[in-house]
């Protein structure tokens, strides 16, 4: 088992072979905090968040780092619009970020760097550029990049330069020497500007990756990620500027997710078309939205549609319940079961298999179906009396919880077995009494009482099972 990734600058899947060692160095864009994250992001995030997860999984000793965009055009304009400073809007913002995302169970980066804290990086790389010849003046005291001068620009995009109209990915200004450069440093008047070698101003938006992505990471990252929208010209622009002033190889392995569409069309803020996070968790428990977004390759996109989430909640409550059922079986399992050895090779081909899937370029569409593959193998067993000893059970558990270390999406391991009141406990009681009596009315009025308490029965061959309702 060699673990593989889809390089975008190749496209082809490469064995990972990281920089140093057994260390890996991981830079994922991040937020442009003016407005709330949406489920667009939820899947990014998501999915960056199972790569590091992974890799921490398969033993690397990682480094992430995720940037906090708190200067750009878009957030000027909210914060005049709502008449509030930048750094209260972008405060506000980067907060709801980390609620959702918390939320959401996505693991924290090592650092998150903010654009703010990296103006003098910033004014020295662009020197740097200048003084190579990669990056011109104007008069209004702007800077651009000269990409004429980077022979490998299009590289990663694959771009076909003549075919890109001026104004469609690229900002229109009479300044430039050519359409296609673009702004490393902005000339301006307004409010927040920074004293430069070219006169007050502000930096652009590629040149903020490139500089926090060096300073916490090096020259060169192992890997570095974002959405496919970063394609062009984002991560073209970074790696243009990023290997002019350095000469060295930027990013080793580009990892890229596809888009989430509503209708046939991406989700997105400018498209008016997306739904808030936390919006949708007020329907969908957060390990459902995460279980939706790993149904599908990272690299397919996902359509969101009600039925789709409908689909991942009802296969997270295959998993649950799977889990109520082992411990209703171990209550009367015996010490050692008649395919304990059945179990154990079940056990060991799961966890052999799901890793032959995410070491496949983090195929967790089929690391899932090894995953409910083993449910049902275990469930057969489970039909027979004593075929599993509670040893086993607790091993189908520990693999179970293993894998989730991945994708956390199952109750907390170590959480206590949910007590009931007496109160609950005697109604439980007096219901089995009528059931005995066979008084179904008064049995079915108990149970209705204890659904709105919150408890869920469940009449088996082999007594009363209750749960809690999730």
């Given amino acids: ?63 992430h780092v995720q940037n906090i965009t708190d200067i750009h055009d878009s957030i000027i304009k909210r914060a005049k619009e709502e008449n509030v400073s930048l750094e209260d809007l972008t405060k506000k913002f980067t907060d709801i970020a980390f609620e959702d995302m918390d939320r959401l169970r996505i693991k924290r980066a090592h650092v998150y760097p903010k654009v703010t804290d990296h103006i003098k990086e910033i004014i020295d790389m662009i020197t ?5 010849g990669y990056a011109y003046t104007t008069d209004d005291g702007s800077v651009y990049y000269d990409i004429s001068k980077f022979a490998d620009y299009g590289k990663l995009s694959r771009i ?104 046939g069309e991406k989700m997105s803020k400018s498209l008016k078309n997306f739904i808030r996070i936390r919006d949708i968790l007020e329907t969908y428990r957060p390990e459902v939205l995460r279980l939706f977004m790993v149904s599908s390759h990272y690299r397919t996109p996902v359509d969101y549609n009600p039925k789709n ?12 319940t799977f889990l109520d059922n082992l411990d209703f079986y171990k209550k009367e399992a015996k010490d050692k079961g008649q395919e304990d050895k059945t179990v154990k090779e079940l056990i060991y081909k799961s966890k052999e298999d799901f890793i032959t899937a995410m070491d496949d370029d983090l195929n967790t569409p089929e690391a899932f179906e090894s995953l409910f593959r083993f449910v049902k193998d275990i469930n057969r067993l489970m039909e027979q009396p004593s075929a599993i000893g509670k040893i086993k059970i607790d091993n189908i558990k520990a693999h179970l919880y293993d894998i989730d270390q991945i994708f956390d999406i199952l109750p907390e391991k170590d959480k206590k077995e949910d007590a009931i009141s007496d109160e609950v406990n005697a109604l439980i009681e007096k219901r089995e009494q ?37």
């Fill in 1 to 63: 088992m060699v673990l593989t990734f889809f390089n975008t600058m190749t496209r082809k899947k490469e064995v990972f072979t990281p920089i140093k060692g057994n260390k890996v160095n991981l830079y994922v864009c991040g937020l442009t905090v003016y407005d709330y994250p949406h489920v667009g992001h939820s899947r990014v995030y998501i999915m960056w968040d199972i790569l590091r997860r992974y890799l921490d999984y398969s033993g690397y000793d990682l480094k």
């Fill in 128 to 132: 740097t550029l200048i003084d190579k």
């Fill in 160 to 263: 076909d330069l003549t075919q890109t109209k001026a104004g469609a990915r690229v900002e229109v200004d009479d300044y430039k020497e050519n359409p296609q450069d673009f702004a490393l440093w902005k000339s301006a008047d307004d409010a927040p500007t920074w004293d430069s070698p070219w006169g007050k101003g502000r930096p652009g938006w590629h040149i903020e990756c490139s500089v926090m992505a060096r300073k916490h990471l090096g020259d060169t990252l192992d890997i570095h990620t974002g959405g496919m929208d970063h394609y062009f010209p984002h991560h073209e622009n970074e790696i243009a500027q990023s290997e002019a002033a350095t000469g060295k190889k930027f990013v080793n392995y580009w990892m890229h997710t596809a888009f989430i569409n509503i209708g």
């Fill in 309 to 320: 989430i409908d689909n991942a909640k009802a296969a997270l409550d295959r998993l649950e």
């Fill in 434 to 470: 009528a059931r005995t009596e066979k008084n179904w009315t008064e049995a079915d009025m108990i149970r209705d009482k204890l659904d709105k308490l919150g408890i869920v029965l469940e009449d088996t061959g082999k007594g009363i099972r209750w749960k809690k309702k999730r």
